[in-house]
Each structure stands twice: as structure tokens, then as C-alpha cells.
């Protein structure tokens, strides 16, 4: 059954567009705005305003990036990998955050504090996006890949 998923090429397709667009279109509002980014990485209390201003500036890059990586098929494992990766990292976030009582805004897909406010809600759909990037990492689809070699 696990086979057939990894290796069914419309699954495979469609989590590609699913992933990939989320964090393309995740990345914009952060890489126009990366002082406002900041403000709502240190509403999570987990790291300094100096280090937010960093990860602010640097991290809607490498959404952007891997969300262009996993759409495209180039570089899709290291891609899905990096994505997971930063998923779990802000999931762990989102859970410190709900046990320690926050009410903050994700700082997801818009820099309005008042809108995307962390919850459970958000940690299962981090979950949902964690599992289709492992499966796209272990993916046996080699179907509409863009091809980068020249044979």
C-alpha cells in the first residue's frame, strides 16, 4: 500500500503543488516585510530580537526556495527534507507556545497579528504538511519532474 502511494504519480503530483505552493505563497508576505517577520518569530519567546532579525531575514528565502524545489521536481528530496524540517522545528513552536499559554499569531501566511492565531488546528495541519513531505521525500514517482540533465 505504501509503495503504491510513494509511487503513484498523481499523488505524487498533487502533493508537489500542495507543498509547494503553501510555502511559495508563505514566503512573500515574509520576505517584503522581514522586521514585522521578526516581531512575530520573538512573540514566541524562543529566541532574541538580534537572532529573530537573522531567521527573519534568511528563513522566507528558503521557503521560498524549497517550495520552488518541490514544485518543480529539481532538487525535490533535499527540498521535501528541508521542509520537513522546518516544519517540525515550528511545530515544536506552535506547541511550546499553546502550553505555555500564548495568543499569538502563527506569523504564516500574513503578518496581521490579529489573524492565524496559534492552536491545536494548526499543529495538526503542520502535521498533515510534516507527512507529505516524507512521503515526497521517499517518493518513487519520477513523473512531471522538471529534468536538469542535458541526456
Given at each position: 500500500?505504501?509503495?503504491?502511494?510513494?509511487?503513484?504519480?498523481?499523488?505524487?503530483?498533487?502533493?508537489?503543488?500542495?507543498?509547494?505552493?503553501?510555502?511559495?505563497?508563505?514566503?512573500?508576505?515574509?520576505?517584503?516585510?522581514p522586521?514585522?517577520?521578526?516581531?512575530?518569530?520573538?512573540?514566541?519567546?524562543?529566541i532574541?530580537?538580534?537572532?529573530?532579525?537573522?531567521?527573519?531575514?534568511?528563513?522566507?528565502?528558503?521557503e521560498?526556495?524549497?517550495?520552488?524545489?518541490?514544485?518543480?521536481?529539481?532538487?525535490?528530496?533535499?527540498?521535501?527534507?528541508?521542509?520537513?524540517?522546518?516544519?517540525?522545528?515550528f511545530?515544536?513552536?506552535?506547541?511550546?507556545?499553546?502550553?505555555?499559554?500564548?495568543?499569538?499569531?502563527?506569523?504564516?501566511?500574513?503578518?496581521?497579528?490579529d489573524?492565524?492565531?496559534?492552536?491545536?488546528?494548526k499543529?495538526?495541519?503542520?502535521?498533515?504538511?510534516?507527512?507529505?513531505?516524507?512521503?515526497?521525500?521517499?517518493?518513487?514517482?519520477?513523473?512531471?519532474?522538471?529534468?536538469?540533465?542535458?541526456?
Amino acid at each position: 500500500m505504501i509503495r503504491r502511494i510513494l509511487s503513484n504519480q498523481y499523488i505524487i503530483l498533487a502533493l508537489r503543488i500542495l507543498l509547494g505552493l503553501t510555502f511559495v505563497f508563505a514566503s512573500i508576505d515574509k520576505i517584503s516585510d522581514p522586521s514585522t517577520f521578526a516581531k512575530a518569530i520573538t512573540n514566541y519567546k524562543l529566541i532574541s530580537g538580534s537572532l529573530s532579525l537573522m531567521v527573519a531575514t534568511v528563513l522566507p528565502w528558503i521557503e521560498l526556495l524549497c517550495g520552488l524545489a518541490v514544485l518543480s521536481g529539481m532538487y525535490l528530496r533535499g527540498g521535501a527534507l528541508l521542509l520537513c524540517l522546518m516544519l517540525s522545528a515550528f511545530t515544536l513552536a506552535v506547541i511550546t507556545g499553546l502550553i505555555r499559554g500564548l495568543d499569538i499569531s502563527c506569523g504564516c501566511f500574513t503578518l496581521d497579528p490579529d489573524v492565524n492565531k496559534i492552536g491545536w488546528q494548526k499543529v495538526f495541519e503542520n502535521l498533515g504538511l510534516i507527512l507529505a513531505s516524507v512521503v515526497l521525500f521517499y517518493s518513487e514517482s519520477k513523473h512531471f519532474l522538471l529534468n536538469v540533465d542535458s541526456n
